[in-house]
């Protein structure tokens, strides 16, 4: 946290002393709406706890009586890669080249397969299909500084920005939903999901951008920006829901997602073993556009 602080203070004086004269003639506002994209650096998510099937045991009949009896659904998801990112900004500009930026954004990724397996269902093997999804979003307050550096023609501009974003309510949730083919099982369906926050991390943003101002209070811009987190987040406030009920027969299922003793949420490697708490990072690339209207 201190880096970051120190990092922000030394960038903002460095603009400043760029800066040219107070003008109070420049004082200007505008608003923008922003929709682009962004890809979070979740390589943990992706690779492991993708890649980690739900396991669970539950009661089976056989020939000397009731046991119980272990399965595998194996149903790895695709990455959350790229995904929408759109908010708002409002922008002050207090001096000829400089000004100040503030905002709200929103970013949700998704992603969902399916596949065949078998697990014991009122103790008799049946055959199910596992609808597997999985969603991580979050909103951002942002403020910052803007410098433009250079002027092409009249009405066109290139800046550089460096930001302070609070990411906060990051929502996580793993959703299994098991549609049964066979038996007296037929037909019937049973949802399982895992649901897990995080409250708020701290990162900062460094972006280079471009504007286009072809009317006297309308612009179109384009922005790409770089998000650095100082540390890394854990979800927490794990919950579980399904619908499974006594006569199913389930004992217990094992999620790619288990909690830890100290409240945070862990993971589980592909092979079962449980790995610990789980570190996730939202660093990563964004790129928006921006339409902006001057007041």
Not at 51 to 63: M, R, S, W, Y
Not at 65 to 68: E, N
Not at 110 to 115: D, E, I, K
Not at 256 to 262: I, L, M, W
């Given at each position: 946290?201190r880096?970051?602080?120190?990092?922000?203070?030394?960038?903002?004086?460095?603009?400043?002393?760029l800066?040219p004269?107070w003008?109070?003639?420049?004082?200007?506002?505008?608003?923008?709406?922003?929709?682009?994209?962004h890809?979070?650096?979740?390589?943990?998510?992706n690779?492991?706890?993708f890649?980690?099937?739900?396991?669970?045991?539950?009661?089976?009949?056989?020939?000397g009586?009731?046991?119980?009896k272990?399965?595998v659904?194996?149903?790895?998801?695709?990455?959350l890669?790229?995904?929408?990112y759109?908010g708002i900004?409002?922008?002050?500009?207090?001096?000829?080249?400089?000004?100040?930026y503030f905002?709200?954004?929103?970013?949700?990724a998704?992603?969902?397969?399916?596949?065949v397996?078998?697990?014991?269902?009122?103790?008799?093997?049946?055959?199910v299909?596992d609808?597997?999804?999985?969603?991580?979003?979050?909103?951002?307050?942002?403020?910052?500084?803007?410098?433009?550096i250079?002027h092409w023609?009249?009405?066109?501009?290139?800046?550089?920005?460096?930001g302070?974003?609070?990411?906060?309510d990051?929502d996580y949730?793993e959703?299994?939903?098991l549609?049964?083919?066979?038996g007296?099982?037929?037909g019937f369906?049973?949802?399982?999901?895992?649901?897990a926050?995080?409250s708020?991390v701290?990162?900062?943003?460094f972006?280079?951008g471009?504007?286009?101002?072809p009317l006297?209070?309308?612009?179109?811009?384009?922005?790409?920006?770089?998000?650095?987190?100082?540390?890394?987040?854990y979800?927490r406030?794990r919950?579980?829901?399904?619908?499974?009920?006594?006569?199913?027969g389930?004992?217990?299922f094992?999620s790619?997602?288990?909690?830890?003793?100290?409240g945070?949420v862990?993971?589980?490697r592909?092979?079962?073993?449980?790995?610990g708490?789980m570190?996730l990072s939202?660093?990563?690339w964004?790129?928006?556009?921006?339409?902006s209207?001057?007041?």
């Open positions: 946290m880096r970051l602080c120190l990092t922000v203070c030394l960038a903002f004086l460095f603009f400043l002393r800066a004269a003008s109070q003639e420049e004082f200007s506002w505008s608003v923008s709406p922003l929709l682009g994209a890809q979070p650096a979740l390589t943990l998510l690779d492991v706890v890649q980690t099937p739900l396991t669970g045991e539950a009661d089976f009949n056989e020939a009586g009731a046991t119980g272990e399965f659904l194996d149903n790895p998801l695709p990455p890669g790229t995904s929408t759109a900004e409002w922008r002050w500009q207090v001096l000829e080249e400089w000004a100040w905002g709200l954004a929103t970013w949700e998704a992603s969902a397969a399916q596949a397996g078998v697990m014991p269902f009122q103790r008799i093997d049946s055959s299909i609808e597997r999804s999985a969603k991580l979003s979050y909103n951002e307050m942002f403020v910052g500084a803007e410098r433009t250079w023609r009249e009405r066109s501009r290139f800046y550089v920005r460096l302070l974003h609070n990411v906060f990051i949730q959703r299994h939903v549609r049964f083919l066979t007296d099982a037929q369906s049973r949802t399982f999901i895992v649901d926050h995080a708020s701290l990162m900062t943003q972006g280079l471009m504007e286009w101002q006297d209070r309308f612009s179109i811009g384009i922005n790409g920006s770089y998000a650095l987190g100082v540390r890394k987040f979800l406030d919950q579980v829901t399904h619908d499974f009920r006594d006569s199913d389930l004992r217990q094992f790619a997602a288990p909690p830890t003793r100290d945070r862990g993971y589980r592909p092979n079962g073993d449980l790995a708490p570190p939202l660093q990563g964004k790129a928006f556009l921006q339409f209207v001057y007041y």
